[in-house]
């Protein structure tokens, strides 16, 4: 991809010293995605940032370098992270 794409960033504050985060890719929301446990549903919401009806794939999840982050486009319910979280967490099989 040669172009900027959103992220949802699911690292722990306490890894702020180490210059990665780990992110979840967002991209646009298509019907086809409903009933799929990988993709959660991000609304389009003034404090989110996002122009549209969005996905976070949770098999995308991936760490970045923090020199690769453009801008903060907004922040999302802390519901939707804990989902999203979830969604990993249950990707990799892991409960705690």
Do not use: C
């Not at 996002?50 to 922040?75: C, M, N, Y």
């Amino acid at each position: 991809m040669q172009r900027d794409r959103p992220v949802v960033v699911i690292s722990s504050p306490a890894l702020d010293a180490v210059p990665i985060r780990i992110v979840v890719p967002l991209t646009t929301w298509r019907g086809q995605y409903e009933g799929r446990i990988n993709k959660l549903r991000i609304e389009a919401r003034a404090w989110t940032g996002l122009h549209a009806e969005s996905a976070a794939d949770v098999l995308q999840v991936r760490s970045v370098s923090t020199e690769r982050f453009l801008r903060k486009i907004g922040v999302l319910e802390a519901d939707e992270v804990e989902e999203i979280s979830a969604g990993v967490a249950i990707a990799v099989d892991y409960i705690g």
